[in-house]
């Protein structure tokens, strides 16, 4: 069955910097675009990043633009978030997700079919 593994997470302080990883199987890695999201308490959950199939493409909110960094490498079947000048509204568990085709840069939560169980990130002050 298909499988998305998230880690990484952590309690970092304002300004660190933190590397997430999600490791896919299950499906053809290579096929789909892959993104990121975050949810912090009582809050919806919000789109982080994307990246297309090939990685040449990617995708960022204003919110984390400059700061958050999308990757993927298919020999391992991962996709990572590199989060530089983190900041306490950063807070939040975050999951990453699948989405077929591959060449989309989607942001909607319901347009990804496939998600990971989420790690959590948290960023004191």
């Known amino acids: 069955q298909v499988q998305l593994v998230e880690s990484g997470g952590g309690l970092v302080q304002t300004g660190d910097s933190l590397r997430l990883s999600c490791t896919v199987s299950g499906l053809t890695f290579m096929s789909y675009a892959m993104g990121w999201f975050r949810q912090a308490p009582g809050k919806e959950r919000e789109f982080v990043a994307v990246?297309?199939?090939?990685?040449?493409?990617?995708y960022y909110p204003d919110s984390v633009k400059g700061r958050f960094t999308i990757s993927r490498d298919h020999a391992e079947n991962t996709v990572y978030l590199q989060m530089n000048s983190l900041k306490p509204e950063d807070t939040g568990v975050y999951y990453c997700?699948?989405?077929?085709?591959?060449?989309?840069?989607?942001?909607?939560?319901?347009?990804?079919?496939?998600w990971g169980q989420g790690t959590q990130v948290t960023v004191s002050s």
């Open positions: 990246i297309d199939w090939n990685g040449g493409n990617t």
């Open positions: 997700a699948a989405h077929f085709p591959g060449n989309e840069l989607v942001t909607e939560y319901s347009d990804y079919s496939y």
